[in-house]
């Protein structure tokens, strides 16, 4: 049994489909560069948390809870699942993914001082439903005086 303090944070958003951290492009001469349209939404994303979270950035153990809604593509829409979210799985841009994107913004945006404070994560990916708008939600908790007890 773990034994902690909690300290829950606001909920933070972003909006628009998440888009999955990719490996970087090479170019001949051996630079390094991101493709311009993750580059693009994470500078939008860190802009939205910013306007969000205007505190220090939080400090200690962490635990985060990531909630992506992401738009159906025209292949997974039916009549009978369009009033409902289903699970985003096999898709391109792997949950792993999705979740770099996330803690990339965070730490940029100084919501946190370094994604290594994060001991437990909870992250699930959804299509969402008609009528929905496709966002990211984020939940921080601050965690203090853990102890593992058995």
């Known amino acids: 049994m ?34 311009a349209k993750y580059r693009n939404f994470k500078a939008a994303a860190v802009l939205q948390l910013k306007n969000q979270y205007k505190a220090p950035p939080i400090k200690g153990a962490l635990e985060i809870e990531v909630l992506v809604l992401s738009t159906r593509p025209k292949s997974k829409t039916r009549k009978k699942t369009e009033g409902v979210r289903i699970p985003r799985y096999r898709a391109r841009g792997d949950l792993d993914n999705q979740l770099k994107t996330v803690l990339d913004s965070l730490e940029e945006a ?23 708008i496709p966002r990211t939600e984020i939940n921080i908790l601050e965690c203090s005086n853990i102890i593992w007890r058995i």
């Open 110 to 132: 100084g919501v946190i001082e370094n994604d290594s404070q994060i001991y437990k994560i909870n992250v699930s990916s959804w299509y969402i439903k008609k009528g929905e």
């Open 2 to 35: 773990i034994s902690k303090d909690v300290k829950i944070h606001a909920p933070l958003y972003i909006n628009g489909d998440l888009v999955p951290c990719s490996r970087p492009k090479v170019t001949s001469t051996g630079r390094a560069y991101y493709p």
